[in-house]
């Protein structure tokens, strides 16, 4: 099939791109942006490992058509940290061991920014499970994810009550 | 995924039109149709856009009732204020629904619209024969592992559980489709297998859900979904139970009740036995329970599914008294 003119913002940077209308917004990143950090796990919408943030919304993108995110901003892992700063959430899950593997950590992360920007997690443990069920762990870092999140959150809270200040 | 090509539609009637033509399909969040254009079911030659329709992603609710865009995401419909207080079991049976991420994506239209999980049914490199997808190949699940699929209104050629929770919740409350101008209720949109378990719903070629319209009640503002499934969240229901009560001034006495079953039917099911039996009683658990078995007059299991003639009557019973303790 013919290949279609689109336009993404991807971690701040405009790309102009040519693609065929199969191709997901996963596997443009992987494939044809060399952006590996997002994973691909089920493929199928069932495991969270591609989950990035769309016009700042966490979504799946091995079930999202590249196509018809034309004009999208597109948050990944890559652009998360400011530097070698690392994002209070990517410290949070180092310092809670919020992984093992690693290879869901990406999509963990990116999910708990979703999570926090929709305000509705609060520093329940029970809240936080239910908003990240979207993103399966093999390893079972579970407890620790939670931990993690809950620290990143009232880090980002302190922080922004000291930027207010 | 084969390839296809892609029409962003400029208008809903450009949509419709286009949608109309052999091989193409609407697409909206995709998460139902790339999934599937994966497995290998859906083959389209065409995806005419939805997305960036305007206007079809309005949610409005007044005192008559709440009227839903087609393009709404399934995320926005769960957290509306007005849908959260008027409609509670529609906002509980769409966040109970898959991930976050999937309710960002899923718009209302497509989520009706959602097919079987069936096994078979999404396998269709090792399991050719399946009514569904082919007419007249036989079914794969009738004598195989049947744990998922539903025991009431089967049918000898196909007994495929509809999944969807949000319909279900629709159908307790008397909600209507709109395709463009022509209005259909939800009971009626849902068709049962039969010997046509490929006909799932009653829209013509041309034609696309624009929006739902869910009538105010006092049975929708004192409304529950209650959802059990394997795991605690993220799965589709084992069975799910859309109840909304209203009760005689005396709080006790049940003036008008709706009943809707989930993860068991072959469309969402509304089991009025159950309301007629309750309604003009006094709330009291053991008549609760006793009519709640009404939910599955005439379910067939196949085996392995079986469990599900037990546990839907107690989940209905778990919703109306859920309900009755909140006064
Ligand atoms: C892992 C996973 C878990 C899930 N869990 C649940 C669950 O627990 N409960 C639940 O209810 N659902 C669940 N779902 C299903 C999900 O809710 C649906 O996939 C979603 O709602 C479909 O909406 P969409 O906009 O993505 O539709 P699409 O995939 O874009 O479209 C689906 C179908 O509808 C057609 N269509 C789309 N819009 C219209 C329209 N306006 N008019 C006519 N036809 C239209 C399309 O042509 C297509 O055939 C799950 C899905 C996944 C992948
Ligand atoms: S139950 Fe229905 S969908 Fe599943 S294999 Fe049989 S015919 Fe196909
Ligand atoms: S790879 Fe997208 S959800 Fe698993
Ligand atoms: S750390 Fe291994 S899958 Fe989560």
Redesign the interface.
């Known amino acids: 099939?013919?290949s279609?003119p689109i336009t993404l913002t991807i971690n701040g940077l405009r790309h102009d791109l040519e693609i065929?209308?199969?191709v997901?917004l996963l596997d443009l990143l992987r494939e044809r942006l060399d952006l590996t950090g997002t994973k691909k796990g089920c493929?199928?919408?069932q495991c969270?490992a591609c989950?990035v943030l769309v016009d700042g919304?966490?979504?799946?993108s091995?079930?999202?058509?590249a196509?018809?995110h034309d004009g999208a901003e597109i948050l990944t892992i890559e652009g998360v940290a400011q530097g070698e700063d690392l994002h209070p959430v990517q410290a949070a899950f180092i310092a809670h061991d919020g992984f093992q593997c690693g290879f869901c950590t990406p999509g963990q992360i990116m999910?708990t920014l979703?999570?926090i920007a929709?305000g509705q997690a609060g520093d329940d443990p029970e809240r936080i499970?239910?908003?990240?069920?979207?993103?399966l762990c093999r390893c079972a870092a579970y407890g620790g994810i939670v931990e993690a999140v809950l620290e990143a959150q009232q880090n980002m809270a302190k922080s922004d009550r000291r930027t207010a200040a | 995924?084969?390839?296809?090509?892609?029409i962003r539609a400029a208008t809903a009637d450009a949509a419709r039109q286009a949608a109309a033509l052999p091989g193409a399909m609407l697409?909206a969040?995709?998460?139902t149709l790339?999934?599937l254009?994966?497995?290998g079911v859906a083959k389209p030659d065409s995806?005419i856009?939805i997305?960036h329709l305007n206007g079809l992603d309005r949610i409005e609710v007044d005192e008559r009732g709440a009227t839903i865009g087609a393009l709404a995401k399934m995320?926005h419909v769960a957290d509306h204020a007005g849908i959260k207080s008027q409609f509670p079991a529609i906002s509980e049976a769409l966040w109970q629904a898959?991930?976050?991420?999937?309710r960002?994506?899923a718009t209302i239209g497509g989520n009706l619209m959602q097919r079987t999980r069936c096994p078979y049914f999404r396998d269709p490199a090792n399991f050719p024969a399946c009514n569904k997808r082919n007419p007249g190949s036989g079914c794969s699940a009738i004598g195989g592992v049947t744990r998922g699929h539903a025991v009431l209104g089967t049918s000898e050629a196909c007994i495929a559980t509809y999944p969807g929770d949000l319909a279900a919740a629709l159908v307790a409350f008397d909600a209507m489709i709109h395709l463009g101008e022509r209005r259909i209720s939800v009971d009626a949109f849902f068709l049962l297998p039969g010997s046509t378990p490929d006909r799932e719903h009653a829209m013509e070629p041309g034609e696309m859900i624009t929006a739902i319209e869910i009538p105010a009640s006092a049975t929708a503002r004192r409304s529950t979904y209650v959802k059990i499934r394997d795991r605690?969240?993220?799965e589709f229901a084992a069975a799910s139970a859309a109840v909304g009560i209203e009760f005689e001034p005396d709080g006790r006495t049940i003036r008008d009740l709706r009943v809707a079953l989930g993860g068991v039917a072959t469309k969402p099911w509304r089991a009025r036995a159950v309301e007629d039996a309750l309604k003009g009683k006094v709330l009291e658990p053991e008549a609760i329970r006793a009519a709640s078995l009404l939910a599955v007059e005439g379910a067939v299991d196949h085996g392995a599914n079986r469990y599900k003639i037990e546990l839907a009557p107690r989940v209905v019973a778990r919703a109306i008294l859920k309900l009755g303790e909140t006064t």
Do not use: H, W
């Open positions: 099939m013919t279609l065929e209308p199969r997901t493929d199928r919408g969270g989950t919304r966490r979504v799946n091995c079930l999202a058509l196509v018809s999910s979703g999570l929709e499970r239910e908003g990240l069920s979207g993103n | 995924m084969k390839d296809f090509s892609y697409l969040g995709g998460t790339i999934d254009a994966k497995c995806l856009d997305t995320s898959a991930s976050a991420q999937i960002n994506m605690q969240s993220y």
